[in-house]
């Protein structure tokens, strides 16, 4: 059900009921500086922004903040686009990695020690693609990882 929405208010929504995992800080939060107008499914969004959000917590085992930032792009050919930035400290990805990002089944960690099917990310961008938006990747192995849900 796409609809008109204000992303800010749709990701402080996620970030007001969102309990991060025992012993971790809540996200360190940059407020957006206004209006965030995007056409989108909100429960499909708010869907997206948790599994980011919790996989910047559980990809980041040895803890760190969690930093959710809020972004606007202007590119000269094309509408104003919004983002919402969720960036850990945790494990980060390879460059090799970070290109299968969003494939099926994917597992960047091969250890095993990190819960998970491999189908979360890959659910988020396709539901990103739904919603004629985009799931951008920026990560440095050891340091951590920013993904960006862009509208």
């Known amino acids: 059900h796409i609809e008109d929405l204000d992303l800010g208010e749709v990701a402080q929504a996620v970030l007001a009921d969102h309990r991060p995992p025992e012993g971790r800080a ?8 206004g209006p965030m107008p995007v056409r989108a499914d909100r429960l499909k969004l708010q869907q997206a922004l948790i599994n980011v959000l919790s996989n910047a917590y559980k990809y980041s085992p040895e803890g760190g903040d969690v930093a959710v930032r809020f972004l606007v792009a202007a590119p000269e050919d094309g509408p104003q686009r919004f983002g919402v930035a969720v960036e850990d400290h945790g494990i980060g990805l390879s460059p090799d990695n970070v290109a299968r990002m969003g494939e099926r089944f994917f597992r960047a960690d091969k250890s095993g020690n990190i819960a998970g ?3 979360g990310v890959s659910i988020v961008k396709e539901l990103m693609g739904l919603m004629g938006g985009r799931m951008q990747v920026i990560s440095e192995l050891g340091k951590g990882t920013t993904v960006t849900l862009w509208l």
């Not at 809540?26 to 500086?33: D, R, T, Y």
């Open 117 to 119: 099917t491999g189908l």
């Open 26 to 33: 809540a996200p360190l939060v940059q407020p957006s500086e």
